[in-house]
């Protein structure tokens, strides 16, 4: 059997873990099924796990994490509280004792301590973050060490490439396996990876731990998650509309209007560069800083948002996208 009577539409980020529900107008509280909710994702990265946020989407419905971030507050997760050393450059992390990974490995202090060298090895940025390594302080308290106090340091453990493998997994399985089929704490399982077409996920039954800003802690309502590789925007919202697919990521900016009229949606901008053109300025008119300026103050780049993205992406005056702003232009102009 599979749920078809949801229609969430989630065009830039998601985060698809124990998802359920009616279209908006029928709202009720979800119950407990051996259905498939079928996903539409665009592009399909070599591993599940790594330093692509790509591979951050699919990691999230496997693994768990330190906290978790809310809405600009870090959150306790498999952490259930944590302090700082004076000089902010050790973080004392004290753990959960009731997670443990499908493999029925224990999560604990070893746990975090055999998962850094993944980390080092498998997110190819994790030098920028500071972290040196976890020490054992007890079986559930582990010291996190950073060479620089980083502000930041809790934001990085939130995201999607900071999740943790079982030890054992880490251990005994081969690189194939810890690539296509990581064993998590998370709410779902890895059953099949079909390269070219998509993933089966299985739910977790065990799963008690969702962090305390989740909307629903314990297993997933559905037992199947369909996790589809489409690239084509069109093909994702023609699976939609015909019933094909449940939930799609990034329709088409042009059906913006009519998705949020008939369907739920969900919007996120990450900050940063999304999408940028920069100037080449080795060759070519663009060398001329004067030809920059004059190009750049000719745009009028609030109807380029606005042609562009429908409405689905507002306009953001400042050249880089800031936290100040949740929702911001996925476009900017970068003068050099």
Request: with cysteine; aromatic share 14%.
């Amino acid at each position: 059997m599979r749920i078809s009577v949801r229609r969430l539409v989630m065009p830039i980020f998601t985060l698809l873990v124990s998802a359920i529900g009616q279209p908006i107008a029928q709202a009720q509280t979800p119950q407990y099924s051996d259905g498939t909710l079928v996903y539409l994702h665009e592009q399909e990265p070599p591993c599940l796990w790594g330093g692509w946020v790509q591979q951050a989407y699919l990691a999230r419905q496997v693994f768990d994490y330190l906290v978790s971030y809310d809405n600009g507050k870090i959150r306790p997760w498999l952490a259930t509280r944590w302090s700082e050393s004076a000089d902010r450059k050790t973080i004392t992390f004290h753990l959960r004792h009731d997670v443990k990974f499908t493999d029925g490995d224990i999560f604990n202090a070893d746990a975090v301590i055999d998962n850094y060298p993944a980390w080092q090895k498998g997110i190819g940025w994790h030098g920028f973050t500071y972290m040196t390594g976890f020490t054992k302080v007890d079986d559930y308290t582990v010291a996190l060490h950073l060479s620089e106090p980083n502000p930041e340091i809790y934001n990085v453990l939130a995201n999607g490439h900071y999740g943790f493998q079982s030890p054992d997994s880490l251990a005994h399985n081969s690189s194939e396996d810890k690539c296509l089929r990581p064993v998590g704490t998370g709410p779902w399982k890895v059953a099949r990876w079909v390269r070219g077409e998509g993933i089966s996920f299985v739910r977790n039954d065990d799963y008690q731990w969702a962090p305390p800003n989740a909307q629903h802690n314990g297993p997933a309502y559905i037992k199947h998650l369909e996790w589809k590789f489409v690239p084509d925007a069109t093909t994702r919202w023609g699976a939609l509309v015909s019933g094909g697919a449940d939930v799609i990521y990034q329709p088409p900016s042009a059906q913006w209007q009519a998705l949020q009229r008939d369907y739920q949606t969900l919007s996120y901008v990450a900050t940063g560069r999304p999408q940028a053109f920069s100037f080449n300025v080795q060759r070519g008119p663009f060398t001329d800083q004067r030809v920059r300026q004059a190009f750049a103050y000719a745009l009028d780049r609030k109807q380029i948002v606005k042609t562009v993205f429908k409405g689905a992406v507002p306009y953001e005056a400042t050249v880089h996208l800031a936290k100040a702003h949740r929702f911001t232009s996925m476009l900017t102009i970068v003068m050099h």
